[in-house]
């Protein structure tokens, strides 16, 4: 008996010792082990361990995502774990089968216990087709900021949703993640990380859906901080080739930033992180599959863009990316916060997806011309291309979730709906501003909600009109649930502005092309062109790049903007393809007279009340 105690003693003396330096374990949660420093050469792939918790059940199913806030289509996140394997805790493994791309089953033996799962998920960044007739459609690449990379020694950049998931009934439980890491490299992202040693980090999050909007970036250090209004600024950086820089990229957007923060300037105690990945322009693999862009969550965004040469140009491509991204910070305007729908294997669509979209999208622009960053006259052109785009939108409700996920799978039809989006917002202030006589408008109302804890999408118009105090339920009856065409006619001579959707006007121009779009191929071809257009562009030629940009369907309108409205005298750079040949071209728009299209210009005829209610919008006396 003694012997007995004193071998269990040296037992658990033994064992104190090996675990003295982890965190005691909680029953109810996940404890999750990742290894960034043996990565599967062949195959990019990294190793999962997940100490799960206690469940008693003879059939479990582990699920990954197959839809996520903020990205349209699916993701089918399952189809990246291989070599699944699961034990009780009798140390018995499990039998496991897949149920589609993104449940696996875990059969039990009676009375047993779930105890660990182990896997290897590969990078979303290098996959690649196995079938050579399978399309790009059916494979369903994913977008650089939304999925995983890793590259061993260099970079990492971990999306959650893409590493792990949670058991059916217990998305809810707390998660704590340990990282097994290279010495050299350092995490960046707006969750709190602690470093346990120079290779070993781990942080704590409440639940599965905290986990999947927060990423991490593991790269060698590269990061900035500063102050935008209230809100704490952390900028990291990785590039490629080392042609970009934190520093640079806080001087290119701090302006932006700094308008964004001051309209929200009631927020204090904010952080947000902002998390960038640079690489060669044109790299044929990471660039042809998936696309340039970011991804906005609540208190931290991720981006994959090219390190462009032209600092203008590079200036031009990180603003257009990160513009308004900072109202994230407002849960009304953050598609995570607004999503009460916690089961990942169904769309996470909201009938409130017009608002937190349209509203973003106004929001950016009515910031900065608060700021005076940018002038009215761009916002009118870019009114104006949001009409253009909007009348591409199909003729249904912009609340019919059915209609509306099946839409935005569609690249361009998603841009449509995203326009109209933001027209119905830039109405809805006019509107709330001119019935409530300059005491309400849009952006009170936003921050008012803001102020709820839990907001509910099916009832989230009925709180917007609670707090207009003014009565909207027709606007959205007709507008937002209905199908009637928006009175844009109406609502912008309200503020001083002349709409005609057809005129004569002289302006600065490449000359006159129009463009077709291939949904198949995500390009643009010319369509209709005048032989004598800057470009020397004729039928049938596709557009690859505007000054170095690439051109697909999420950015088509920004990056044609300086083709189709140019707001001054200066040389574009535009590559296209004809024939199977890649051409390069520059060319400087003339004044010309042509027939325009959704034409909006100040209205030299607005009454005082048209100018007050201008003001009140545009140039409030802003003490919020």
Same mark, same amino acid.
């Given at each position: ?353 017009? /608002?937190? !979209?349209? +509203? @973003? ?10 700021? $005076?960053? %940018? ?100 606007? /959205?009856? !007709?507008? +937002? @649930? ?10 912008? $001579?309200? %503020? ?129």
């Amino acid at each position: 008996m003694k012997l007995t105690r004193f071998i269990l003693f040296i037992f658990t003396m033994l064992f104190c010792l090996t675990t003295k330096a982890q965190a005691p374990i909680q029953e109810n949660s996940y404890h999750i082990s990742i290894d960034l420093q043996n990565i599967t050469p062949d195959k990019d792939r990294i190793k999962i361990t997940i100490l799960t918790p206690p469940i008693k059940a003879r059939t479990i199913r582990y699920t990954l995502p197959a839809f996520l806030p903020g990205i349209n289509g699916k993701v089918d996140a399952g189809r990246f774990v291989h070599q699944f394997y699961a034990i009780d805790d009798k140390g018995f493994p499990l039998k496991v089968s897949k149920n589609g791309n993104n449940v696996i089953v875990m059969k039990m033996r009676k009375g047993a216990t779930l105890k660990k799962i182990e896997y290897w998920v590969d990078d979303t960044w290098d996959a690649e087709k196995t079938k050579a007739n399978e399309s790009d459609k059916h494979f369903n690449y994913i977008q650089q900021a939304a999925g995983s990379n890793f590259e061993a020694g260099s970079n990492f950049v971990l999306n959650h949703a893409f590493l792990f998931g949670y058991i059916e009934g217990f998305s809810e439980l707390p998660y704590t993640v340990n990282i097994l890491k290279p010495i050299e490299l350092s995490a960046c992202s707006a969750l709190k990380i602690k470093s346990e040693s120079q290779t070993r980090d781990s942080y704590h999050v409440s639940s599965y859906k905290e986990l999947v909007e927060n990423p991490v970036m593991y790269c060698r250090p590269d990061t900035v901080g500063f102050m935008a209004g209230n809100i704490r600024m952390t900028i990291s950086v990785f590039s490629e080739n080392g042609k970009v820089t934190a520093r640079l990229v806080r001087r290119l957007i701090s302006t932006s930033l700094m308008s964004d923060a001051n309209f929200i300037s009631e927020l204090e105690d904010q952080n947000y992180t902002m998390m960038f990945y640079f690489t060669t322009p044109f790299r044929t693999i990471l660039n042809s599959h998936g696309k340039y862009g970011g991804i906005a969550h609540h208190y931290s965004s991720i981006y994959f863009l090219p390190e462009l040469a032209d600092e203008d140009e590079l200036s031009n491509e990180i603003q257009r990316e990160t513009a308004g991204d900072l109202f994230h910070l407002l849960r009304p305007l953050d598609p995570q916060s607004m999503n009460v729908n916690s089961d990942f294997l169904k769309p996470q669509l909201t009938k409130n997806w017009w /608002f937190y !979209e349209g +509203v @973003n999208l106004y929001f950016n622009w009515l910031a900065e011309i608060r700021d $005076s960053t %940018i002038s009215e006259n761009e916002f009118m052109g870019f009114v104006s291309s949001k009409i253009r785009l909007a009348e591409m939108a199909n003729k249904k409700p912009i609340t019919d979730l059915k209609n509306l996920y099946n839409t935005l799978s569609i690249p361009l039809k998603r841009e449509a709906m995203r326009s109209k989006a933001m027209l119905l917002a830039l109405l809805l202030d006019i509107k709330i501003t001119d019935l409530s006589k300059g005491q309400m408008d849009l952006r009170k109302v936003v921050m008012g909600l803001n102020e709820h804890k839990t907001l509910n999408p099916d009832s989230i118009e009925t709180l917007i009109n609670s707090l207009a105090g003014v009565d909207l339920k027709l606007y /959205f009856l !007709e507008n +937002v @649930n209905g199908i009637k065409a928006l009175a844009l006619n109406e609502s912008l $001579s309200k %503020i001083g502005w002349a709409y005609s959707p057809m005129a004569v006007d002289s302006m600065l121009s490449f000359g006159s092309f129009g463009l077709l779009y291939n949904d198949n191929l995500d390009a643009f071809f010319v369509s209709n062109s005048d032989t004598t257009n800057a470009f020397g562009l004729k039928d049938g030629d596709r557009i690859v790049s505007v000054n170095q940009i690439i051109v697909n369907s999420s950015n088509f309108d920004a990056a044609l903007h300086e083709v189709y409205t140019p707001s001054k005298n200066t040389e574009v750079e535009l590559r296209f393809i004809r024939i199977d040949q890649n051409y390069t071209v520059k060319g400087t728009p003339a004044v010309k007279s042509m027939i325009v299209q959704y034409l909006i210009r100040k209205d030299p005829a607005a009454d005082m009340n048209a100018l007050h209610l201008h003001d009140q919008i545009f140039a409030p006396n802003f003490t919020p």
